[in-house]
Nanobody, 127 residues
Framework: QVRLVESAGGSVPAGASLTLSCTVSQVAASTMHMGWFRQAPGKEREGVAGVYANSGTTHYGASVKGRFTISRDIAKNTVYLQMNSLTPEDTAMYYC????????????????????WGQGTQVTVSA
């Protein structure tokens, strides 16, 4: 069974940086499409960033583009989300997700298209 384990989030002031990691077990992360999502209280789960299997192509949500970077360390089987210039609007529970590389139409920012999920980690940004 594929398992995703996120690192602890944290509470930081606005303008700070924070890096989340997601360690994948039972499968090579490079063979899976990986994504980071977030969900704030009372809001829909939002696609933050995604990285495609094989090509390593990355995608970002409009609200984080230019501030967040998704990357992966194949040797460590880990995917990272580097978050810079954090604002209170970035406060949310952050989730790592993985999708098996298979045929079919899908969208990196659509949570329903992912097969496996981490437990979530809280990020709180104070003004």
């Amino acid at each position: 069974q594929v398992r995703l384990v996120e690192s602890a989030g944290g509470s930081v002031p606005a303008g700070a940086s924070l890096t989340l990691s997601c360690t994948v077990s039972q499968v090579a992360a490079s063979t899976m499409h990986m994504g980071w999502f977030r969900q704030a209280p009372g809001k829909e789960r939002e696609g933050v960033a995604g990285v495609y299997a094989n090509s390593g192509t990355t995608h970002y949500g409009a609200s984080v583009k230019g501030r967040f970077t998704i990357s992966r360390d194949i040797a460590k089987n880990t995917v990272y989300l580097q978050m810079n210039s954090l604002t209170p609007e970035d406060t949310a529970m952050y989730y790592c997700a993985a999708r098996r590389n298979r045929l079919g139409t899908w969208n990196w920012s659509r949570s329903a298209d992912f097969d496996y999920w981490g437990q979530g980690t809280q990020v709180t940004v104070s003004a």
